[in-house]
């Protein structure tokens, strides 16, 4: 047990030689840090930048996409027009929503392709 110091002996206060080795590395680290925080800072402000508004297409798509759903129906109109609406249908393998939609656009509506605007698919 020889390694413990009889407190009564040392002066009033100790003389404790203490070896600064890690304190100049520490300032370093800190200076890295702040260059870092600065370039960090940097890239956040050109990371939302970029980001900015998203493209006009993407808000369109989406604008339909997300949209409140509502029933769209008309009441009695004659079977052979129905028959005829679900033939066309057929024929060009669509259902007979993506159809419609394609009889809107063709009539000048802008409604983007049905895979970018079905809502099952958000």
Known sequence: MGNF????ELDDEPQVEVK???????ELKVEANEEQSDEKEVIDALR???QGVPSESKVEHEKYKYAKRKQFN???VPEPIIDEFKKMAKKKK???KEFLYDC???AGLNIPEYDKIDGRRR
């Open 94 to 96: 669509m259902t007979q």
């Open 5 to 8: 110091v009889n407190l009564d």
């Open 48 to 50: 939302e930048m970029a």
């Open 104 to 106: 809107l656009r063709k």
């Open 74 to 76: 008309f009441n009695l």
């Open 20 to 26: 600064n080795k890690i304190a100049p590395q520490k």
